[in-house]
């Protein structure tokens, strides 16, 4: 199994930026599509950035231009640089990662979020 874990949420004031970092661990025969995604208070989960294996990106609206995903294979690591923060980026941010096992059976994993807040 794969575990991920998230790091780098904190508080930030208006227009500054933030880079959020999750390192996945555990066994696996691949890493595959990698994803951060967002709950607000009150709202859904919704999905904020996915990057394949091979390095194809995606954003939502909201974010395109603003923020940058990307991955370093070699450490099963995913980033996502968050600049000109607005309040509305206020959320708790969560890693997703699909992985293929040694069983080759493809599964999905969840890190346990970290807290972004952008407030003056």
């Known amino acids: 199994q794969v575990q991920l874990v998230e790091s780098g949420g904190g508080l930030v004031q208006p227009g500054g930026s933030l880079r959020l970092s999750c390192a996945a661990s555990?066994?696996?025969?691949?890493?595959?599509?990698m994803a951060w995604y967002r709950q607000a208070p009150g709202k859904e989960r919704e999905l904020v950035a996915t990057?394949?294996?091979?390095?194809?990106?995606s954003y939502v609206d909201s974010v395109k231009g603003r923020f940058t995903i990307s991955r370093d294979n070699a450490k099963g690591t995913v980033y996502l640089q968050m600049n000109s923060l607005k309040p509305e980026d206020t959320a708790v941010y969560y890693c997703?990662?699909?992985?293929?096992?040694?069983?080759?059976?493809?599964?999905?994993?969840w890190g346990r979020g970290t807290q972004v807040t952008v407030s003056s």
């Open positions: 997703n990662a699909g992985f293929t096992t040694l069983y080759l059976k493809t599964l999905e994993t």
């Open positions: 990057i394949t294996n091979g390095g194809d990106t």
């Open positions: 555990g066994v696996a025969l691949r890493i595959n599509d």
